[in-house]
Nanobody, 124 residues
């Protein structure tokens, strides 16, 4: 499994970006795929997760109503549509995956596979 994230960039506040994460090895068929982010000097934090078996999305409170996670099972890809971006959303964004769903889906330690990160910078 080789996750590769893309789509980051510089955007003004209230703008939008769409991140994508692909498994270049095309071998991952597990249940959980997620996005985390890490700002300089801060710990990595949960953003959103998607369970294939439940067909359900989960979000951090800070992004609810603004971000949407989706998954293309046929292509083994996960997306993060980010709208109404704020300067505090500035961070390196990482996609992550694990084979089976975990009720603590919001904890980075439970994810097995990680992408290399893509930088999102929101200017005020």
């Amino acid at each position: 499994v080789q996750l590769q994230a893309s789509g980051g960039g510089l955007v003004q506040a209230e703008g939008s970006l769409r991140l994508a994460c692909a498994d270049s090895g095309r071998t991952f068929s597990g249940d959980a795929m997620a996005w985390f982010r890490q700002a300089p000097g801060k710990e990595r934090e949960f953003v959103a997760a998607f369970s294939k078996s439940r067909n359900r999305a989960y979000y951090a409170d800070s992004v609810k109503g603004r971000f949407t996670i989706s998954r293309d099972n046929a292509k083994n890809m996960v997306f993060l549509q980010m709208n109404s971006l704020k300067p505090e959303d500035t961070a390196e964004y990482y996609c992550a995956a694990r084979l089976h769903w975990n009720v603590q889906y919001y904890k980075a330690v439970h994810y097995t596979y990680w992408g290399q990160g893509t930088q999102v910078t929101v200017s005020s």
